[in-house]
Nanobody, 126 residues
């Protein structure tokens, strides 16, 4: 079955960096767009960044543009999120997600993702 396992979260100071990883199995990783989403305390789930199946196209919400970089290694079936210049507002539980089908675009709507990991906690605080 499809499995997505996130890691790399933790406590960072404002201005610091973290790198999240999502190891996947149970499907042909290179056929699917992938994304990261997050849920901050007391808030709803928010799409953060997405990447096309071959890594050629990436998309971000405005609040993380220039600070976060999504990438993937199709040989390792792994998705990454490099987070730099972290802000307290980035504090959230971060999830990786698999697109519902081998689309020719990167979905930005959460309902277009059919498999999710359990999340990794990112806390930004001094």
């Amino acid at each position: 079955q499809v499995q997505l396992v996130e890691s790399g979260g933790g406590l960072a100071q404002p201005g610091g960096s973290l790198r999240l990883s999502c190891i996947t199995s149970g499907f042909t990783f290179s056929n699917f767009a992938m994304s990261w989403a997050r849920q901050a305390p007391g808030k709803g789930l928010e799409w953060v960044a997405g990447i096309y199946r071959d890594g050629s196209k990436t998309y971000y919400i405005d609040s993380v543009k220039g600070r976060f970089t999504i990438s993937r290694d199709n040989a390792k079936n792994t998705l990454y999120l490099q987070m730099n210049s972290l802000e307290p507002e980035d504090t959230a539980l971060y999830y990786c997600a698999k697109a519902w089908a081998p689309t020719d675009y990167v979905p930005e709507l959460l309902y277009e993702y059919d498999s999710w990991g359990r999340g990794t906690q990112v806390t930004v605080s001094s």
